[in-house]
């Protein structure tokens, strides 16, 4: 199956630093992929779409100059939390589709992010 | 705008029980459905879908779950829980007519399976 490959899982930074993060499909091309951010015992909050080659389109109330989404190739995307904040702690996820319309979301395995 | 419901934030099965996961749709055209899994500290993995067809869709781990137009529910279900099956699930929708590949998720529901 789709397999999408997140990477650091965890990262730990010091306020003030910015922290990027990586999200790869492995075995098939994504022209988009999807940046959440999930809190505790909360649901998944859609931060931005990412599009191959263009600008990512950010959901309302997501800071873009603060949370920068890089989509240079079809199967990788980036997600720099700039200027990090303790309030910026939390669970990221991206998800990808192969094929788009019927096709479900695969998600990487998320990056827990905490700024200290 | 589309929209999805799960309105048990926990629910708890004793092992060997049916469990059933709650979940409602809102959407202005057809939807897409589907239901998605979480273990901790992990990202989510797909269980199941509903596009078209048989209302009863058959998924991952012994999961299914019934489409009911009419009712606009989706929930999910299993004949006999395992302790393994403890987790959170999501159910999603996406609307056909938004023509985007954007899902909204459910709060969620933790299931509990008691030994």
Redesign the interface.
Same mark, same amino acid.
């Not at chain 2, 500290?41 to 797909?46: A, S, T, V, Y």
């Not at chain 2, 985007?100 to 969620?108: C, P, Q, R, V, W």
């Given at each position: 199956g789709a397999v999408v490959s997140q990477h650091p899982s965890w990262v730990i930074c010091k306020s003030g630093t910015s922290v990027k993060i990586e999200c790869r499909s492995l075995d098939f091309q994504a022209t988009t992929m999807f940046w959440y951010r999930q809190f505790p015992k909360q649901s998944l909050m859609l931060m931005a779409t990412s599009n191959e080659g263009s600008k990512a389109t950010y959901e309302q109330g997501v800071e873009k100059d603060k949370f920068l989404i890089n989509h240079a190739s079809l199967t990788l995307s980036t997600l720099t939390v700039t200027s990090a904040h303790p309030e910026d702690s939390s669970f990221y996820i991206c998800s990808a589709s192969g094929t788009g319309g019927v096709s479900p979301l695969h998600f990487g395995n998320g990056t827990r992010l905490t700024v200290t | 705008a589309q929209s999805v419901a799960q309105p048990e934030d926990q629910v708890n099965v004793a092992e060997g029980n049916p469990l059933t996961v709650k979940c409602t749709y809102s959407v202005s055209g057809n939807p $897409?459905l =589907?239901w $998605?899994v979480q273990y901790p /500290?992990? %990202? *989510?993995? +797909?269980l199941l @879908?509903y596009?078209t067809g048989d209302n009863l869709v058959k998924g991952s781990y012994g999961f299914e779950a019934e489409f009911n137009k009419s009712q606009t529910s989706f929930h999910l279900k299993k004949p006999s829980a395992l302790v393994s099956d403890s987790a959170l699930y +999501?159910c999603a929708v996406r609307d056909i007519m938004a023509g /985007?590949? @954007? *899902? #909204? =998720? %459910? #709060? %969620?529901t933790r299931l509990t399976i008691i030994p």
């Open positions: - | $897409y =589907f $998605y /500290n992990r %990202g *989510l993995q +797909f @879908k596009i +999501f /985007n590949e @954007k *899902l #909204t =998720f %459910g #709060t %969620g």
